[in-house]
């Protein structure tokens, strides 16, 4: 190694930008954001309006944490909106006479079975991920349109609204929980033998294999997971909305998708954790409500949305290679 490599190598600044290369797309996102938004529009980073993006940007970091974990294992889950139309109706309709905390339980178990389906036809069958879970979503969303027919959606347990749109202490109870949920499965992903079996699946599956790892028992995991975490998704929404719908939830699994990429998990790798995307469900909550204090449309804000998700997928690619 040559005198100039060596001073290279120990030269502070040059660590430092290596170190903030090497980020998640979201963490240098989000700081430029809010630099653009202290010269623009400095009320968006009030407490106050900081607090309420928080509570907003909850349910997307729930969806985004399945994910993120599916992806990891290299596969995708984009049956979301099927599950949160399926959560809707339970909850909502009154179809089944259960009391709402029976209904809330059943609706987590039928998450679960969703995503277990889900994983069994993927690691069993061998079938894409991509054509499984969005079919599952499609079916599962005409049955409930089909069924909604007979029964029009009422208003969400009550139960539920209080809880997510309660305050302690001035932060939303919502964020807490999300807060709440990231800190042990950060625990999980780092420290337990779980978590490095999705990192050795992510990296290579047939490595992981021959090495005795159970490579298609994690997929069914995480297929499971995911599903767990689009309900809990759907509860708050519908905390939020107070009223049951059909549609609800029909752009989380883009969404989502969007931030686990932005929050440093890609295809094939394995690597990641759970601030990254949790950071960028933030940023992209933030994003929306940036574009629209300048009165950016719907249709402007996905063309941006689907820039920024190629432009952080080809520039976290090419850093890692």
Known sequence: MTALAKSRETNPIVSAGRWIVGLPPAYPLLVLLFGIAYFTHPHLLSPLFLMLMLRQAAPLGLATIGQSLVIRCRSIDLSSAGVMAVTSYILTSGTIPVSP???????????LAIGFINGVIITVRKASAVIVTLAMSIILTGAVIAFSQFRAPGDVPEILRNVVTSRIGGVPVAALLWLFVLFPLHYIDRVTVFGRYVRAVGSNPLAAEMSGIPHARIVLVAHTVSGL???????????????????????????????????????GMGKGGMWGPAAAAFMLTFLFNFLTS????????????????????????????
């Open 101 to 111: 905390l029976a209904a809330i339980a059943l609706c987590i178990v039928v998450g």
């Open 229 to 267: 975490f689009s309900v809990l998704s759907c509860f708050f929404l519908l905390g939020f909305v107070g009223v049951g719908t059909v549609n609800i939830g029909q752009d989380l699994a883009l969404n989502s998708l969007s931030a686990s990429i932005l929050g440093g998990i890609n295809f």
């Open 294 to 321: 300048f009165g950016l449309g719907e249709p402007g804000k996905l063309m941006l949305q689907g820039l920024i998700v190629i432009v952080a997928a080809i520039a976290y690619s090419k850093r890692q290679t």
